[in-house]
């Protein structure tokens, strides 16, 4: 029973995100030929379109595999960005897979930073004696203060 229940938990999950591409469909595309309604009709609505611009539209699809409770791992890839013109024509058609695909590790629970690296007495103690008594004059370089 034990070892079923392990077993279980190994199972590879399969998932896809984003647009289910037909490679026929995909293919049929072509700058200089179609433009922004033959490309919906044929593809739909893009996945999303550029942040700047509606000219550029992202068809994004993804494969992805995960074994029990991890992380899920990218399997395949396909982005395919279609540029209009101003008269919406297609004036470039791109294609990119996992070549792309940046694999970030944080760096455990802890985020790096600039500055000195202090232990928690030299955090609490390091300010002794940095500052005047309380009351005390000090002298100031500033000609417009006492």
């Not at 647009?19 to 739909?44: F, H, P, W």
């Not at 919406?88 to 760096?107: F, K, M, Q």
Request: net charge negative; glycine share 12%.
């Amino acid at each position: 029973m034990a070892g079923t229940m392990t077993m279980a938990g190994c199972t590879q999950v399969r998932g896809h995100q984003g647009y289910v591409a037909d490679e026929v469909l995909m293919s049929a595309i072509q700058a200089g030929v179609d433009n922004r309604q033959s490309v919906e009709a044929s593809l739909g609505r893009p996945t999303f379109t550029g942040q700047f611009d509606d000219n550029t539209w992202y068809y994004l699809s993804r494969d992805t595999r995960q074994y029990g409770f991890n992380n899920p791992h990218p399997r395949d890839q396909l982005v395919m960005r279609v540029q209009f013109d101003a008269d919406g024509n297609v004036t470039a058609v791109d294609r990119t897979g996992l070549e792309l695909v940046a694999s970030i590790s944080p760096d455990g629970d802890k985020t790096p930073t600039l500055g000195r690296d202090r232990s928690f007495f030299q955090e609490l103690f390091g300010n002794i004696g940095a500052v005047g008594a309380p009351g005390a004059q000090g002298g100031s370089n500033d000609p417009t203060r006492p």
